[in-house]
């Protein structure tokens, strides 16, 4: 088995601030994921990285950017918070050519 | 673009009871089918999954048959507990362009009352 850790649980920001939320898998898996979850809306993809070194955008990537710093570490960056912006940011991985993902706890995103 | 339907937004029930969520689907290809549950404060957890058209997913009670005819892949579960109340996600598998990636339904709250 593995884990997935996110970090920090809960981040508070302010309007216009560039925040940073980490993802750290000890699966070994070679791909990893950003998600957006809004109450009512689902999950929504904003990156992923199929192996070390590549990064992809998914469907709602403005705004963001992403980096894969190693195999185990994939980092988000809201590059500019907007303000009473309320959502959780879930981080998963899976085997590379395999379909079932692995989620993290998430990170809760609050803007004031 | 592909897309997963849940129907019911909210779902209550009382212990014992028979649970229905229902998903459907639209795809251009022939996806695999999912479902996750979520409790508070936890990421989504894979149930179980499903790729082929009749077949049978499960996990925990929970079961679901993939159906191409009718593209539906519905969570049943026959006695619900009170610790089965979470977020139930439908969701697809989309291997186009690159890599795989998952497309997730809205979510179903499902609340047990004991």
């Known amino acids: 088995g593995g884990i997935i850790t996110q970090t920090p649980k809960f981040l508070i920001g302010q309007e216009g601030q560039k925040l940073t939320l980490k993802c750290q898998q000890n699966?070994?898996?070679?791909?990893m994921y950003w998600y957006r979850q809004d109450s009512g809306k689902g999950l929504r993809l904003i990156y992923y990285?199929?192996?070390?070194?590549?990064?992809q955008k998914g469907d709602l990537s403005e705004g963001y950017d992403a980096s894969r710093e190693k195999k185990s570490s994939f980092s988000l960056t809201v590059t500019s918070a907007q303000k009473n912006e309320m959502a959780v940011f879930l981080c998963?991985?899976?085997?590379?050519?395999?379909?079932?993902?692995?989620f993290g706890p998430g990170t809760r995103l609050l803007v004031l | 673009g592909d897309s997963v339907t849940q129907t019911e937004g909210q779902v209550a029930l009382s212990e014992e009871d028979f649970l229905t969520i229902h998903c459907n689907y639209s795809?251009?290809?022939?996806?695999?089918l999912f479902w996750y549950v979520q409790y508070p404060g936890e990421g989504p957890q894979f149930l179980f999954r499903?790729?082929?058209?009749?077949e049978k997913g499960s996990s925990r009670g929970f079961e679901a048959t993939y159906n191409k005819e009718a593209t539906s892949f519905h969570l049943q579960k026959a006695s619900v507990q009170e610790s089965d109340s979470a977020v139930y996600y439908c969701?697809?598998?989309?291997?186009?362009?690159?890599?795989?990636?998952?497309?997730f339904g809205t979510g179903t709250l499902l609340s047990v009352k004991p």
């Open positions: 990285s199929i192996t070390e070194n590549d990064l």
């Open positions: 969701a697809l598998s989309d291997f186009g362009g690159s890599g795989n990636k998952l497309i």
């Open positions: 499903a790729s082929r058209d009749k």
């Open positions: 795809a251009s290809g022939y996806p695999a």
């Open positions: 998963a991985s899976s085997i590379w050519g395999r379909d079932t993902q692995y």
């Open positions: 699966f070994n898996h070679d791909t």
